[in-house]
């Protein structure tokens, strides 16, 4: 379910360190895409249908947001190394369990810390990219590092739906487990030492009360109440696409390899256009382009409710549809630094990050309480396209071009 997009740092291939976070950042995504192009089948199947499915990330996305509020704390107590090594762990153990899961209630248990573990995975490599990083070069590699993250989101899918196909939904676990397994052999061989110079931890533990206060200091700057919210519709389709495309593709009568296929195929869009709308952003801005992307989502989603009876049509505008997606995924954090102060960046990340977790709690929400009174797939597409065409409009109240 969720996606590496706590950071956008490439990870510079010259430095040793730095190096082994991007071997890490590929296997755990490949490992994460597997597991999410699947595990909405596995959930529909126990669960009965696509509204309990969402109901479910809702109650994910929830814990996911209350530890992502309080992780700066974690830090805290814990090195970055406990806290890659007992996340990487965690994850083997978590997911091989989940063969032995016999109720929803059981595969519930075992996947809520999973994807704490994820979160937690996602953000301590985002910091020892930082750490890592030659001198004066982090900000010269923005943009680059979701070369290495789509490319896993490319190859798990495939992965997941093979596997599906050949052995079983029930058979992603030892996949994802094993992929997880070797995400954290991977860390112990090449290990960074607690006591290096590079992973002393730059937190300082914050109150309820500082922390509260700074969500109040967020949202009183207009320019990153903004961000926020081009930010949550861009998450609002992400977790859309990742439930219930699998769960259309399905009940479209294709099977689990086509799942991988699709899924792996709607990433092209954005391994190929992200670098192109940055480069185009460096001129105009970035507003033009983010609400063009948005609207390019509204178009393509709305052709999945009327050409709803052409299959093949659907899944191919389940593709095109990240056209627009890779416009605004790449600009985001670009406008997010375009509206922060220099000295508010680094306490006002998390809480920008928020807006992703938020989106993952709302939209399937809205989705199942729209499928509980119109148990309709293609009515559900028109319902997201006319959100889509609300998050373009609003795009256009943002700054051209940002002037600091």
Partial sequence: MLRISLTNIKIPHRHVGA???AHLAFILTTSNAAFGAIFPIILEKKLGGPTFVGMYYVIISLVCIIVSLLSANIFVRFSKITVA????LMLVCLIFAMNFAESIWNLGFLDMPRAVCIMLSNIVLALFVRDFSARNKLAESEGHYFFYSSLGWMIGPLLGGFVAAQFGTEAIFNLVSSL??????????????NNHPDVNSQFKSESFGSLIRNIVAYFKVKGLRKVFWVSFGFNFWAAIRGIYIPL?????????????????LSMLPCVLLEQYAVTLAKHEGVRKYISIGFWYLACF???FYFLSSYHNWVLLFFVLANIGASFIESLKVIYFFEVVQKVDSERFWGIYNVAEYAAYLVAPFLVSIFLSFIPSMPKMWAAVALCMVGFSVYSLTIEKKVKK
Avoid at 180 to 193: A, D, T
């Fill in 248 to 264: 259309a593709i399905v009940q479209m009568g294709f099977g689990e390899r086509a799942v991988g296929i699709l899924m792996a």
């Fill in 301 to 303: 989603i709305s052709l």
């Fill in 19 to 21: 190096k082994l976070f």
């Fill in 180 to 193: 997880s397994l070797v995400c954290w052999i991977y860390f112990e061989i090449h290990g960074v030492k």
């Fill in 85 to 88: 090594r007992v996340s990487f």
